[in-house]
T-cell receptor, first 114, second 113 residues
């Protein structure tokens, strides 16, 4: 069965500092990987996705993620965090055909200190 | 503006009182899906639909019904809600092709007393 683990429930960083959010997955086939962000009271917004090709993917808002097959990881990074990045971040793995069910991690809540 | 909308956004109800949460998308997407989000569990798929009149169960379908009579709408029906259905519900849609991104609605927070 597929699963996603986000080991960090809550992370606090200072504004301007770098950020890395961890994501490990278990999936029986070629994984399709996603990072979504959820701001308070808002829906889920796609930050970036990995389907194939270059293992370093660029997303919106200055985020990037690196797919490492050997480590079953898809960590999200940002070189300099802004106060507006405070939100909850979800990693997901799933199919892009058929029932397209995405399996989400439990989320990492990011707090940004001034 | 391309979007997925859900109504209501917040709902408090009592056990056993039938309710419907509507979902509508204006992107002409074939695929639509419902998820529920619970603390510590992430999102789990309830039902999905590949196109009009084509629906199927996801991972946690018990206690829910859906219908897809029109392409743009995919309502979620709780015929007899129970407290364990208190959750945050998300509707999503995408095009039918492979590698299409799913777009999510803003969520509906449901409390069943």
């Amino acid at each position: 069965a597929q699963s996603v683990t986000q080991p960090d429930i809550h992370i606090t960083v200072s504004e301007g500092a770098s950020l890395e959010l961890r994501c490990n997955y278990s999936y029986g086939a070629t994984p399709y990987l996603f990072w979504y962000v959820q701001s308070p009271g808002q829906g889920l917004q796609l930050l970036l996705k990995y389907f194939s090709g270059d293992t370093l993917v660029q997303g919106i808002k200055g985020f990037e993620a690196e797919f490492k097959r050997s480590q079953s990881s898809f960590n999200l990074r940002k070189p300099s965090v802004h106060w507006s990045d405070a939100a909850e971040y979800f990693c997901a793995v799933g199919a892009v055909t058929g029932r397209r069910a995405l399996t989400f991690g439990s989320g990492t809540r990011l707090q940004v200190q001034p | 503006e391309a979007q997925v909308t859900q109504n209501p956004r917040y709902l408090i109800t009592v056990t056993g009182k039938k309710l419907t949460v509507t979902c509508s998308q204006n992107m002409n997407h074939e695929y639509m899906s419902w998820y529920r989000q619970d603390p510590g569990l992430g999102l789990r798929q309830i039902y999905y639909s590949m196109n009009v009149e084509v629906t199927d169960k996801g991972d946690v379908p018990e206690g829910y019904k859906v219908s897809r009579k029109e392409k743009r709408n995919f309502p979620l029906i709780l015929e007899s809600p129970s407290p364990n259905q208190t959750s945050l519900y998300f509707c999503a849609s995408s095009r039918a092709g492979t590698e299409e991104t799913q777009y999510f609605g803003p969520g509906t927070r449901l409390l069943v007393l």
